[in-house]
């Protein structure tokens, strides 16, 4: 079992939907957990980061952990096709060290 | 600012030749990487520099050799390249602190015949 899953997709959804990307893990000892964004043919970049649980917000972005449940999910509001990428999540902290651990990351596309 | 540079952006090789893959980044950070990324397995750690001076083993080494040259350049080297060497490369940076936010690279393409 990897030690953070996500589902690979693709996620197909109409503009303006509301998106949302999920990812598990088993390692409790993680506490910052962030979401990169990949277009294609291109490195990925930091999109968000949340430290510990809770929720946190950047436009149309919400970050949200749950580590009571070891689950993490980025939700996209009003989305749109340039949103058209894949998404990463990726964790580090604790006892796991600063060594970031990725998942597999979800393919999103966005139709006009 | 450019960031975080790779070289080459793409790349052919056959069995058993050798190539290194370069990389510079000019944000001042003291810790670079080496990932690949293949379909469906994300990003694997090949191997990490925490600081100039020094390299570790990340979770997929076998094959593959780095030499942090100075703090901005950081190299991965093929010695006799495989077919399970084919995938993308990608090159980060970070100061490492424990959210260690890490910056990437734009990427090269391998493929090894």
């Known amino acids: 079992q990897k030690e953070v899953e996500q589902d690979p997709g693709p996620l197909s959804v109409p503009e303006g939907a509301i998106v949302s990307l999920n990812c598990t893990y088993s390692?409790?000892?993680?506490?910052?957990f962030m979401w990169y964004r990949q277009y294609s043919r291109k490195g990925p970049e930091l999109l968000m980061y949340?430290?510990?649980?809770g929720n946190k917000e950047d436009g149309r972005f919400t970050a949200q952990v749950d580590k009571s449940s070891k689950y993490i999910s980025l939700f996209i509001r009003d989305s749109q096709p340039s949103d058209s990428a894949t998404y990463l999540c990726?964790?580090?902290?604790?006892?796991?060290?600063?060594?970031?651990?990725f998942g597999g990351g979800t393919r999103l596309m966005v139709k006009p | 600012n450019a960031g975080v540079t790779q070289t080459p952006k793409f790349q052919v090789l056959k069995t058993g030749q050798s190539m290194t893959l370069q990389c510079a980044q000019d944000?001042?950070?003291?810790?670079m990487y080496w990932y690949r990324q293949d379909p469906g397995m994300g990003l694997r750690l090949i191997y990490y520099?925490?600081?100039?001076?020094?390299?570790d083993k990340g979770e997929v080494p076998n094959g593959y050799n780095v030499s942090r040259l100075n703090k901005r350049e950081f190299s991965l080297r093929l010695e006799s390249a495989a077919p399970s060497q084919t995938s993308v490369y990608f090159c980060?940076?970070?100061?490492?602190?424990?959210?260690?936010?890490?910056?990437f690279g734009p990427g090269t393409r391998l493929t090894v015949l």
């Open positions: 980060a940076s970070s100061e490492p602190n424990d959210r260690n936010e890490q910056f």
């Open positions: 390692n409790s000892a993680f506490q910052y």
């Open positions: 949340t430290y510990s649980s």
């Open positions: 990726a964790m580090s902290g604790g006892n796991a060290g600063n060594m970031l651990t």
């Open positions: 944000m001042n950070h003291n810790s």
């Open positions: 520099s925490a600081s100039e001076g020094t390299t």
